[in-house]
Structures are given as structure tokens and as C-alpha cells.
């Protein structure tokens, strides 16, 4: 597995291919306090993600139920 597999289909909504620049930034010059200062911080995003992600499940869920599943 390479850093491509780590970014492809994701990008931030305005466009940008955040996670294509956070995969491809070069880690060497970064003591164990700072990678685990970025592993901490990726943690808390991966953490609101999945919040969001559920939040909006649950909603299209409650919608679902009110209007009924319009899938074809």
C-alpha cells in the first residue's frame, strides 16, 4: 500500500486535495512529541467525522421514516 491509496476520492469541499498534502508530507523531520501531537489531531478529525457521519445517517433515517425511502 502507498500514500495514493491513503487519498483517492477525498478531497475538502472547496476543492482542495487536503488529504492527498497531509499524506504526501514528509514525516523524517518530525520528533516521536510531534507525530504524536499529529497522530492526537488525526484522531480528533477521524473522531468529528464519524460524528458527522452519523448524524447525518440518523437524519436521512428520520427522513426516510417521515417521507418514506424514495429509492428507485
Request: aromatic residues 4%; proline residues 1%.
Amino acid at each position: 500500500m502507498d500514500e495514493d491509496d491513503f487519498t483517492t476520492g477525498f478531497t475538502a469541499a472547496k476543492g482542495d486535495d487536503v488529504l492527498a498534502q497531509l499524506a504526501k508530507t514528509d514525516l523524517d523531520p518530525l520528533s516521536i512529541d510531534e507525530l504524536n501531537e499529529r497522530v492526537a489531531a488525526l484522531k480528533v478529525e477521524i473522531t468529528r467525522c464519524e460524528v458527522h457521519r452519523d448524524k447525518a445517517s440518523s437524519h436521512r433515517l428520520a427522513a426516510e421514516a417521515l417521507f418514506g425511502n424514495k429509492k428507485s
